[in-house]
T-cell receptor, first 112, second 115 residues
Framework: QQPVQSPQAVILREGEDAVINCSSS?????VHWYRQKHGEAPVFLMI?????EQKGHDKISASFNEKKQQSSLYLTASQLSYSGTYFC?????????????FGQGTELSVKP | ETGVTQTPRHLVMGMTNKKSLKCEQH?????MYWYKQSAKKPLELMFV???????ENNSVPSRFSPECPNSSHLFLHLHTLQPEDSALYLC??????????????FGPGTRLTVT
C-alpha cells in the first residue's frame, strides 16, 4: 500500500519553514526520506525507526508517530538548495527486508 | 569511480530490440535494487538482490530480466519492451537488507525511451 504524501507541492520564500507529511494505512517499521533534484538521483536524508523517534541534521528534521502511522519532515529556514522532490519510503512491520514503498513525492520550490 | 554508476545514461530502443542496463556500486554493499520512475508516478521497486540472490521480484513482467553476477554488479536485460516501459530506471545499493536500518544510495539512472 503506497504511502500518501501531503502537500503535493509547496512554494516557499527563502527562510520560510515547511512541513511534509507521509501517511500509511498499514503498520510501519521504518520511514525513509529522500530528496531528488531535477535530473539527478534521489539522495538519502534520514531513516526513522518505530518508537516515535525524531532525527535531524542541519535545519531538516523528521518525526515518526507509529501509532498514527505517520511521519513528518520539517524544513526550517529553507534555503534555495532545498528545492527538489521529497519522497518518503515506508517499510512495513512485517517486511521481509529491503522492500521500500515510496509515496508520490512532494515538490518543493524555494524562491529567493 | 565512486558511489553507484549506471550505463548507458540514455537509451532509445525499438520494441523488438534486446538491450541491457548496467549498474556498478563501489561502496562494498551487499544489496542492490532496480527501480522504475515514470513521470507523475512514485518510484516503483522492481527487484532486490542480497548477496547475489534475488530476494524480491515485485510482479515485474518477464520482458525485464535481472542478473546479479556478483555483489558489485547488477544488470537489467530488456527484450520486446512496450512504449509504456519508457521511464527512468534507477539502480540503488545498501549495506544490507532488512530491519529498516539501511539507507539506499542511488545511481544517476538510465533514461529509456521505447519507440
Amino acid at each position: 500500500q503506497q504511502p500518501v504524501q501531503s502537500p503535493q507541492a509547496v512554494i516557499l520564500r527563502e527562510g520560510e519553514d515547511a512541513v511534509i507529511n507521509c501517511s500509511s494505512s498499514k503498520a510501519l517499521y521504518s520511514v525513509h526520506w529522500y530528496r531528488q533534484k531535477h535530473g539527478e538521483a534521489p539522495v538519502f536524508l534520514m531513516i526513522l525507526l518505530k518508537g516515535g523517534e525524531q532525527k535531524g541534521h542541519d535545519k531538516i528534521s523528521a518525526s515518526f508517530n507509529e501509532k498514527k502511522q505517520q511521519s513528518s519532515l520539517y524544513l526550517t529556514a529553507s534555503q534555495l538548495s532545498y528545492s527538489g522532490t521529497y519522497f518518503c519510503g515506508t517499510e512495513k512491520a512485517d517486511n521481509q527486508g529491503g522492500k521500500l514503498i515510496f509515496g508520490q513525492g512532494t515538490e518543493l520550490s524555494v524562491k529567493p | 569511480e565512486t558511489g553507484v554508476t549506471q550505463t548507458p545514461r540514455h537509451l532509445v530502443m525499438g520494441m523488438t530490440n534486446k538491450k541491457s542496463l548496467k549498474c556498478e556500486q563501489h561502496l562494498g554493499h551487499n544489496a542492490m535494487y532496480w527501480y522504475k520512475q515514470s513521470a507523475k508516478k512514485p518510484l516503483e521497486l522492481m527487484f532486490v538482490y542480497s548477496l547475489e540472490e534475488r530476494v524480491e521480484n515485485n510482479s515485474v513482467p518477464s520482458r525485464f530480466s535481472p542478473e546479479c553476477p556478483n555483489s558489485s554488479h547488477l544488470f537489467l536485460h530488456l527484450h520486446t519492451l512496450q512504449p509504456e516501459d519508457s521511464a527512468l530506471y534507477l539502480c540503488a545499493s545498501s549495506q544490507d537488507v532488512g530491519d529498516g536500518l539501511y539507507e539506499q544510495y542511488f545511481g544517476p539512472g538510465t533514461r529509456l525511451t521505447v519507440t
